[in-house]
């Protein structure tokens, strides 16, 4: 494994589980300090209902703030037709569908059956190959369901399946609960893996229990080579009671580093990055590395 490819979601799935809704400007701002940081996949907005999600209203004027970097691809998630018309009309180079591998879940985040949200999503598929747009799909509560316990691997791998054959060229598998532990984690994908190419797979884990980092590691002996990870930890799951903040992007990045994984990302400008945007949102970082780079440069700054 020469490289690994790092998916940034903090501009989208972490504001929008942040309680401070930002405008369009300051968000764009956030992706542009990512991007100066070296991430090259960044996902930026959401075509979603600003009644239920308000922090992501505005996502086609959050776009057309961006400027057009080579080798930069910006993402959107839409829910469907009218939410992927959206993201065309402005110009996103991919798209992203949500579905879960939990029946309760599924009910609680979309108002609607499995099944039913894959009916949702032929249309945006459609759309997507017609425009020559790039698909990707998450999946929920890979390991765990907030309310109905335990996910059978079997059951994630069967919806791997019905994702790729809609059109998906990539699927995120959601660790919603940070519930999970290595071992499950390597037996989840060896189950996806069975039924889709693992190099399609991602890894998306939430750090409840502090296993992000260790899940990560498991997922690349795996054979993931894919990561999303959140800048400073931004994020989490209003569907999922005590589930805390995505994985932090400077931990990541250190981590895969540190294991002479290229990433292409100069870390002391994604801490930099990570560092404004809590100043923004008036929170702490939830990143170990930024909270540790940060505090030395402090002691640093003090010293006669």
């Known amino acids: 494994m020469s490289q690994v490819r790092i998916v940034e979601v903090g501009p989208r799935d972490g504001l929008q589980n942040e309680t401070r809704t930002l405008p369009p400007a300051i968000r764009a701002q956030l992706v542009q300090r990512l991007a100066q940081a070296g991430l090259r996949h960044i996902e930026a907005g959401a075509f979603v209902s600003p009644r239920w999600v308000p922090q992501m209203a505005g996502s086609d004027e959050v776009l057309w703030l961006l400027p057009a970097l080579p080798g930069v691809r910006y993402s959107a998630l839409v829910p469907n037709e009218q939410g ?7 110009g996103y180079q991919e798209v992203a569908v949500f579905a879960a591998a939990s029946e309760t879940f599924s009910q609680r985040n979309t108002n609607c059956s499995i099944d039913e949200s894959l009916t949702r999503f032929a249309p945006v598929a459609a759309l997507a190959r017609e425009h020559g747009v790039r698909l990707r799909g998450y999946i929920s509560c890979v390991v765990a369901c907030p309310y109905e ?7 994630v791998a069967d919806l791997c399946l019905k994702l790729q054959q809609l059109g998906c060229d990539e699927i995120s598998l959601g ?4 519930a999970g532990t290595p071992r499950q984690i390597r037996q989840l994908i060896a189950a996806c893996a069975a039924q889709v190419p693992s190099a399609m797979l991602a ?5 409840t229990y502090g296993m992000a980092v260790a899940n990560v590691l498991a997922a690349l002996e795996a054979g993931l080579t894919i990561f999303d990870a959140s800048v400073s930890g931004l994020g989490g799951c209003p569907y999922s009671p005590g ?5 932090a992007t400077e931990d990541l ?3 895969l580093e540190g294991l002479g994984l290229p990433t ?10 990570g560092a404004w945007i809590d100043t923004v949102l008036e929170r702490q970082t939830a990143s170990r590395v930024a909270r540790a780079r940060l505090a030395a440069r402090a002691a640093c700054a003090t010293r006669p």
């Open 84 to 90: 992927m018309r959206s993201a065309l009309a402005c």
């Open 149 to 155: 316990g335990a996910t059978a691997p079997g059951q």
């Open 175 to 178: 660790d919603t609960t940070g």
């Open 203 to 207: 890894g998306h884990f939430h750090d």
């Open 243 to 247: 589930a805390s903040g995505n994985l």
């Open 253 to 255: 990045v250190y981590l």
């Open 264 to 273: 292409g990302i100069d870390l002391e400008r994604l801490i930099d990055a």
